[in-house]
């Protein structure tokens, strides 16, 4: 890997001089130019560096055909790593769709004919099923009815009770487990570290191929649990972990972090497209939730990905009825305008459940780093998981999984329903096609069903305020879904008998006669979904495209579009942060957010180091320093870099030099050039320095310089600042006057300087 001297690009012959002297480093020094874990890329350099083999590689495409194949491959090979990322991450959301089916019904029964399927498709094979009874077949049977032949009975329910609690036990402690031993970095949602990485953080292991292999292991034991957790977040986190894999077969990324880092943007698409079946919303959700860095050659690559993700998904057909998703609706009849009302006060719930979790969310995962609590995940994860499997099992509505939930909330009721919330009287006179069923009262199975509806609902507000950021892999796109699902059906179902009964209201003559059908409370539950996802994550446009995918609903986009930007103004008029970025400030991570505004008047003279009282900045000049004096100031500091000065006095700076790079390229010199030893001269000039025969070789190093590092007066305001720093993703900035060299300001100390102007403590932001 061959590093430039900075942004701006010397001849290779000038930079080498022309001395007699031999330059080492005429052969390019392995990892020069790499970076250490838990460091910031330098974009600048990244940028620069992959134009430098750009053009190189189009110059020698004109020598001969084969450079020419060479660099048509070199082009193609972005498309081909997108092609196998689709493939991949695809495959993996069908085969833990498919487990996780599996497994959740394995917590309440088996299939005799085939242990391996699922308890729908155990009763689809089955000859003996009803219309009525279409969950019911022989083939089916609980572990009551296996173990003592009753299916009914207190001692049968008593059982089936218990084994799912051990069913639920057994899951997590596996889950909690695997993560533990094999891959720490399984846990969590991913979603802020994969924001974190995309700025230009590096978390070495964190994409790397065991974390894939034992989050998607994982993440089918833990969403089998029954814990109130879903599979959507981490789907993200393995897309871009096979992103990663691929991107580490092609030089061209695997050398460059930026490129690399594009790879990743459009791996994130790829993995909102498997998770929700849709693939715009993911190119959307990847460009206004994830990206850092989105140009455009990226957005054209995500859209490619994300195609071939969602129809290799497709292709396995996981739920078996041709859909991407399990919650594919539709829905007959118009909305009207008068609804726009119900529409925004559940986007104001949105906004409000939004900024109670991550309150509440944030203050839990807070005590759990700070306490004894911490440092028991197994236990905590055991305990979290038998509280909710001992309170979701007597409710319907919680012992299902929660995507059936969400499924069944969205549903309309047509006449082939025959759930409790589509117990409704029906007309014995009604002669009307079977999609356009009039407004009915309800019926006492839909009064019961809102009862537990309304259980389920506290108890899932309560339950995923703790589940949320244990060590087993968790989203939260589900959960925060099912929230509003069963906030927007119990609206829904009030709004449709109001309108049943009091059709001769001001607000509902003009467009509900009776016998016409009005409300469809389905669509309620949709837009409560839409706002309760909104409020936690501050996600719009994406969130409302990757709605209208998920659904078919596509003339519902103004519902949802009111409902979204009403819980962004409600949950953002309390804080302006989601909660990833919640949870990105919470594990001190380097996150420039570009969301954030800057508007206080500092300059970078009040934060560059050093300070007043503090000891001068450390440096090196370009021609007057030996092999031990470098060695000593590297091992008596932790910066990781040091400008390169004219001398000690004039303080006129040159450039910029890298820790990494010197270290690395004195051990080069050490072993491959003779007469370096610990008295020889470093020098950063073009010309050698004038010693006396007697002093040893000198020691060129120019080649590592940055000569362009990007430097701001002490009087710039530290609103630009702060945006250059955004804008360039810079790692450092140096600050001088009249070309004297003053300070420096690093990523670190913006950060903490942003910290302090919001009145927080500076030093949360901890990185490692």
Known sequence: MRPKAGVTMTPTEEMNGSGNLMDFLDEPIPDVGTYE?????????????????HRKITSKSKESIWEFIKSLLDAWSGWVVMLLIGLLSGTLAGVIDLAVDWMTDLKEGVCLSAFWYSHEQCCWTSNETTFDDRDKCPQWQKWAELMTGHTEGAGEYVLNYFLYILWALLFSFLAVSLVRVFAPYACGSGIPEIKTILSGFIIRGYLGKWTLLIKTVTLVLAVSSGLSLGKEGPLVHVACCCGNLFSSLFSKYSKNEGKRREVLSAAAAAGVSVAFGAPIGGVLFSLEEVSYYFPLKTLWRSFFAALVAAFTLRSINPFGNSRLVLFYVEYHTPWYMAELVPFILLGVFGGLWGTLFIRANIAWCRRRKTTRLGRYPVMEVMAVTGITAILAYPNPYTRRSTSELISQLFNDCGALESSQLCDYVNDPNMTRPVDDIPDRPAGPGVYSALWQLALALIFKIVITIFTFGMKIPSGLFIPSMAVGAIAGRIVGIAVEQMAYHHHDWIIFRNWCRPGADCVTPGLYAMVGAAACLGGVTRMTVSLVVIMFELTGGLEYIVPLMAAAVTSKWVADAFGKEGIYEAHIQ??????????????????????????????????????GTTVEDVEALIKDTDYNGFPVVVSRESERLIGFVQRRDLILAIKNARQKQDGVVSNSVVYFTEEAPQLPASNPQPLKLRRILNLSPFTVTDHTPMETVVDIFRKLGLRQCLVTRSGRLLGIITKKDVLRHMAQMMNQDPESIMFN
Do not use: C
């Open 586 to 623: 919470l594990n001190g991570y380097p996150f420039l957010d570009v969301k954030d505004e800057f508007t206080h008047r500092t300059l970078a003279t009040d934060v560059m180091r050093p300070r007043r009282g503090e000891p001068p900045l450390a440096v090196l000049t370009q021609d």
């Open 37 to 53: 874990d838990f460091h910031t890329i330098d974009w600048l350099r990244e940028k620069s560096r992959d134009t430098d083999r």
